[in-house]
């Protein structure tokens, strides 16, 4: 196998160690990260009162802010001070279930995140559509998408730090329109108008609804990317405001939108805020949440696009992907080749259509958080010795509870999607599982590109199929341990080094 010097695991290493951080992400660069990777603003839920009226969208948000978010965000906080690294939930899985359920867990994250990320152009198109006839032809629709994209992936290029700033002021930018909406809205407010519900039960559109609500309400988990580059004992903080924030900025608009506008939930669509706000205060409002609604985008756009690069990086510092992804811009610090990656894979998802995108990321979402949520309840069971900075103020038992719900979530979201989207994901996934297999054997026989080399804690057992195909060329005694994250960073291998295993 080729070699690669292991440079970034000392650094990932030094990062986890309090005073040692050399530039760390910040509290509120952090929650306002995680804020535009889970929601970004009240955007696109216009569509949740569209499928059930009122009652149903408001009711099912608080539910499932209660049911999904806050056991999502219990174990990424518990988890991200465990595993200070880049590798984020990829580290849990593998320490869970080991190297093949981690690929597994990575492969179907990142492209969920990609697929995620085509969405932000389009969205934007749609609000900006409500104000003006500009982008009606392909041409302009095709140049903005291209444009929005490489401006964004250059900001995501500039560095962690100077996104985590941009994304504390972009949220508040977001969220100021939002706010005079709820005060405007007062003088009009019906409470009456919140209880509004269809006829019948059997007309709320429940595909419709169940894909909204979830994709508002999940990707928690994606703050877990930038672990290595957070203070470890601020997790808990961290997720906790995350999901006030993104609970009262969903549910505040909607409230203020829903009980001071007579707009029939019939007509609701996306950028049906831009309208409300216009009625309720004249076109200046209106103009603000346009404007809102591109910055939103934007922060998410950034927010995601950051979080799936630092997947691909830290996954590449341990061995998984070629180096080149693990390789940092020596005048930004930023991973240039997974930054790019990613970027093409929004241009080339880009032309799906709003619901479309957000069926297929959910589906592949599912199958990421069954592995993850079960990871979180068996390290807690199996690995007690985890230097835990922040642990989840739950029993075993109440913890096994509290995740039982999360799970149903999961099995609602997969049971709503059509056949084309189980296809397509199924697809998508065969597609990642002999991705595994092609990068073992390049590994195995010293093809193409280089590696750094595969931590114990990575490799797979010997004699499985994933050893065969590659996957165990660093073997301890114990192949599942996990790396003592706050001890000396260990020898580095160089090119010219035989395969033989390194000591940890």
Known sequence: MIQAPLVDDAATRRRSSGARYESPLPLAGLVALTFFSVTGGPFGQELLVKAGGPLVALGS???????????????????????????????????????????VDAWCSWVSGVVDNAVYPVLVLEYASRATDAFDDPLPRALFVVGFVAGLTYLCHRGLDLTGRSAVALTAFVLAPFGVLVVVAIPTLRPARWLARPAAWRDVRLRSL????????????SASAWAGDTRRETWGVAMASSVALCAASSLLPMLAATGGSSLDRRDYRNGSYVTIATDLAGPWLGLWI????????????????????????????????????????????????????????????????FEAIVATENLLYVVSMVIELSAFYRLRKT?????????????????????????????????????????????????GLALYGAIGATRRGNRLCAYHVLHADWAAPPGGLAARLGWADRLDDDPAALPEYDAAPPELSTGDEAASPLTS
């Open 61 to 103: 948000f608080a539910l499932m802010t209660l049911l999904w978010s806050v056991p999502e965000a219990l174990m990424t906080a518990e988890l991200s001070s465990a595993f200070p690294e880049a590798a984020g939930f990829a580290a849990w899985s593998n320490a869970a279930y080991g190297p093949l359920v981690a690929w």
């Open 210 to 221: 169940v894909n909204n609500l979830f994709w508002n309400v999940n990707y928690y988990d």
């Open 290 to 353: 346009v404007l809102s609604a591109a910055a939103a985008n934007v922060g998410m756009f950034v927010s995601e696009m950051s979080s799936d690069a630092y997947q691909l990086t830290g996954m590449a510092e341990r061995g998984l992907l070629p180096a080149a992804l693990a390789k940092k811009s020596d005048t930004a610090g930023t991973p240039t080749l997974a930054i790019l990656l990613s970027a093409g894979g929004v241009l080339a998802l880009s032309r799906l259509s």
């Open 383 to 431: 690995r007690k010795d985890l230097d835990r900075r922040y642990v989840a103020p739950l029993s075993d038992g109440a913890l096994l509870a509290t995740l039982a719900p999360a799970v149903l979530c999961l099995a609602l979201v997969a049971a709503v999607q059509p056949l084309e989207v189980w296809l397509l994901s199924a697809g998508l996934l065969v597609a």
